[in-house]
């Protein structure tokens, strides 16, 4: 991989563990670790690997 598409799911990776810092504070429980620990996964997956479109979720 480039260097931007790093830059660009590591980016991806910072926005998913903020969302689920912050999902995890609004319903005032859950477990953290596993949350920021599958981000970078998360982030590969949908940021470059799998072919989604979040607008179309059932084709």
Known sequence: MDRELIAELENLAAKI???SIEAIRKVGSGHIGG???IAD????????QMIYDPKNPQW
Request: hydrophobic fraction near 50%.
């Open 41 to 48: 996964l998360l982030a590969v997956l949908y940021g470059k």
């Open 35 to 37: 949350s920021l620990s």
């Open 17 to 19: 563990r903020i969302n």
